[in-house]
C-alpha cells in the first residue's frame, strides 16, 4: 500500500503518539472508540519502522487532542464528561471532516494498528480483571482475601496466597503478620494502617480481638494500636489513596491505590503514582461487570457449611398432567416462594438440579448457620403445604405437593462456577452427595438429616427441635423421638429403592418433624 496523497506526511504514527503521550496502546484505541480522537488512516510505516507491515497515522491534532483529555483528568473531569466536553469544540467537528477524507484513499479491508487488530467503532475496548498487572486483590467482609493476582502476591505479600485453602489463613492482616511480609518491606506498618482505615469504618474497637481465631495477644495490641491511629474511610464507590511502599533493601515504589467498594468486600488494585492506567478507571467503573468477573475467579476455600436440596415429588407425573404452561407456572412458583425463607436464613444460591433446588449456608457468612438450614427447611415445608391447598382447590384434584429435603453439614471445597447464564455457588465432596441421595431418600415433604448435623448443634438449639425415626408396629407407624437410624435398617426388605442408596446404607440419619413446644 502507498501514500497517496503528500498531506499524510505531516501526520504521527501510532507509536509517536504513544511514546509522546505516555499512554498504552488499549489507552489509545479507548480514544479512538470513545471519539476523542479520530480513527486512524492505514498504511505502510515510513523508512525505519522496523517489524509491522502496517501502521496507523493520526493528524497531528492528536496529540494535542490527547493532552487536553489528560489536563482535564488531572482537573477531576470524569471520562463522560470529557467526552461530553469535546464533542461540544469545533476541532472535533473538523476532524471528523478529515476523517471522511482520509478514509477514502485507504484500502477498505484495513483493519490493523500497528501490528493488531483494532477493533470497529461499534466494538467495545474493554480489559478484564486478569488483564490488569499491577498488584490486585479481593478481600471479604471478614478481611478474608477471596481473589489476588501474581502481581499482589510477589510484590505485596511475597507468599503464595491462592494455594492458602482456608479462608481465615487469607485474612489480609494475619498475612501482614507473615514472616514473608515482615521480611520484604520495612513500613509494613503503614501498610496495616492503612486496611486498619477500611476496618475502623464499619467495626468496633473491640472486633480487633476476634478478627481471626488464633490471633495473638501480641498482635491484638498492634492491630489496636492501628484501630487507634487511623481514621475510619468513608465509604464510596472508587477510592483513591496513595502510599509508598519502603523494601528492605531501601528502594521503594509509590502507588495510587483505587479501592473499590462492592457488596461481596473491597478491591484494591495498585497503580505506579508515575503512571497512569486509564483503562483501570475506566474497568472500576463498570461495577456489574467488575464483580460478576471476580466472583467466577474467586479462590476455592475449605469452608464449613450445611447444604439443603429440596425437590418435587412425583414431578414427572404432575408434569404429565398439567397443560406445559401451569407445570411452568408452578415450579416458578415455589421457587420465587421458597427464595424469601433463604434470604430470611441467609441461603446462598446453588448449583440447580434438574426439579430440586440447592443451597448453602455457610459459617463464615453467618455463625448459627446450622440451625438456620434446619429452620428454613422447615419454612419451606410450611409454605409447601399452602401451595399445594391452594393448587388442589384450582385443579379439583387429590394430589399433594410435596418438596423432600434432604440437609447436610461438612467441611469441604467451595467456590463458583460458570453456567451458561450465570454464575453458580457449588462445593465438592460427600457431604454434596450425601444430602443430595437424603433428598431422595425422603417422601411426603419430610425433612431428612444427619446425626452428625444434630450432634453438631449447640444444646440449646437441639432441645428446641423434634427430630426422630419412624417405625412400623405391626399394622401401625409410630415415631420414636430424639433417635436415629441407619439408612438401611429403616427401608424394608421388599422396598424396589433399596439398590438406589446402597452408598449411604450405613449412614446414620433422622427426620426433623417440627419445634417441642
Not at 503518539?17 to 489509545?28: E, H, V, Y
Not at 467482609?141 to 489463613?169: G, Q, T, Y
Not at 466472583?295 to 414431578?315: G, Y
Request: hydrophobic share 35%; charged share 25%; aromatic share 12%.
Amino acid at each position: 500500500m502507498k501514500i497517496l496523497d503528500e498531506k499524510y506526511q505531516d501526520w504521527v504514527s501510532s507509536k509517536e503518539i504513544i511514546d509522546s503521550c505516555g499512554i498504552s496502546r488499549a489507552t489509545l484505541n479507548n480514544y479512538i472508540k470513545l471519539g476523542i480522537i479520530q480513527k486512524p488512516v492505514v498504511l505502510k510505516p515510513r523508512e525505519g519502522m522496523e517489524g509491522t507491515k502496517k501502521i496507523g497515522y493520526f493528524p497531528p491534532t492528536a496529540i494535542n487532542r490527547i493532552a487536553t483529555v489528560k489536563q482535564l483528568k488531572q482537573e477531576g473531569n470524569s471520562v463522560v464528561s470529557i467526552v461530553k466536553k469535546l464533542k461540544e469544540n469545533k476541532v472535533q467537528k473538523e476532524e471528523k471532516a478529515t476523517t471522511t477524507t482520509a478514509t477514502a484513499v485507504v484500502e477498505a479491508d484495513s483493519k490493523r494498528l500497528d501490528n493488531k487488530v483494532y477493533a470497529d467503532t461499534d466494538q467495545k475496548v474493554t480489559i478484564s480483571i486478569d488483564d490488569i498487572q499491577t498488584p490486585a486483590y479481593l478481600i471479604n467482609h471478614k478481611f478474608e482475601i477471596e481473589w489476588i493476582n501474581k502481581a499482589a502476591e510477589e510484590l505485596i505479600f511475597k507468599k503464595d496466597v491462592k494455594n492458602i485453602r482456608n479462608a481465615e489463613s487469607r485474612n489480609i492482616f494475619k498475612l501482614f503478620f507473615n514472616w514473608e511480609f515482615n521480611s520484604g518491606i520495612q513500613n509494613w506498618q503503614s501498610i496495616i494502617d492503612f486496611h486498619m482505615s477500611f476496618v475502623k469504618s464499619k467495626n468496633p474497637r473491640d472486633y480487633i480481638s476476634k478478627i481471626y481465631t488464633d490471633v495473638t495477644n501480641n498482635e491484638i495490641n498492634l492491630l489496636e494500636n492501628a484501630y487507634d491511629r487511623v481514621l475510619p474511610l468513608p465509604k464510596e464507590p472508587i477510592r483513591q489513596s496513595f502510599m509508598t511502599i519502603i523494601k528492605n533493601d531501601g528502594s521503594s515504589e509509590s502507588y495510587r491505590i483505587y479501592t473499590s467498594f462492592f457488596r461481596e468486600g473491597l478491591l484494591f488494585v495498585y497503580v505506579p503514582a508515575n503512571s497512569y492506567i486509564e483503562e483501570i478507571t475506566q474497568f472500576l467503573s463498570g461495577r456489574e461487570n467488575v464483580i460478576k468477573d471476580l466472583l467466577q475467579k474467586r479462590l476455592p476455600t475449605m469452608v464449613s457449611f450445611c447444604v439443603l436440596f429440596a425437590d418435587l415429588q412425583d414431578s414427572v407425573r404432575i408434569c404429565a398432567e398439567l397443560p406445559p404452561e401451569e407445570y411452568f407456572e408452578l415450579i416458578n412458583q415455589l421457587w420465587k416462594t421458597m427464595e424469601g425463607s433463604f434470604k430470611k436464613y441467609y441461603g446462598i444460591y446453588g448449583k440447580h438440579a434438574g426439579d430440586g433446588i440447592v443451597y448453602y449456608f455457610l459459617k463464615q457468612q453467618n455463625s448459627n448457620y446450622l440451625i438456620n438450614s434446619i429452620y428454613c427447611a422447615m419454612d419451606i415445608k410450611e409454605k409447601m403445604e399452602r401451595i399445594s391447598a391452594e393448587w388442589k382447590a384450582r385443579k379439583k384434584w387429590y394430589n399433594e405437593l410435596y418438596l423432600n429435603i434432604g440437609i447436610n453439614e461438612g467441611l469441604e471445597y467451595f467456590s463458583t462456577v460458570n453456567a451458561s447464564t450465570s454464575m453458580e455457588f457449588t462445593a465438592l465432596g460427600d457431604s454434596i452427595n450425601y444430602t443430595g441421595r437424603l433428598s431422595d431418600l425422603a417422601r411426603y415433604g419430610s425433612i431428612l438429616t444427619t446425626k452428625n448435623l444434630i450432634n453438631t448443634l449447640q444444646d440449646e438449639d437441639r432441645k428446641k427441635l423434634r427430630f426422630g425415626i419412624r417405625k412400623k408396629m405391626e399394622d401401625r407407624e409410630v415415631f420414636i423421638e430424639n433417635v436415629f437410624s441407619r439408612v438401611t435398617d429403616i427401608m424394608h426388605n421388599d422396598d424396589m429403592r433399596r439398590g438406589k442408596f446402597t452408598d449411604i446404607a450405613t449412614l446414620s440419619i433422622t427426620e426433623v418433624v417440627g419445634m417441642n413446644s
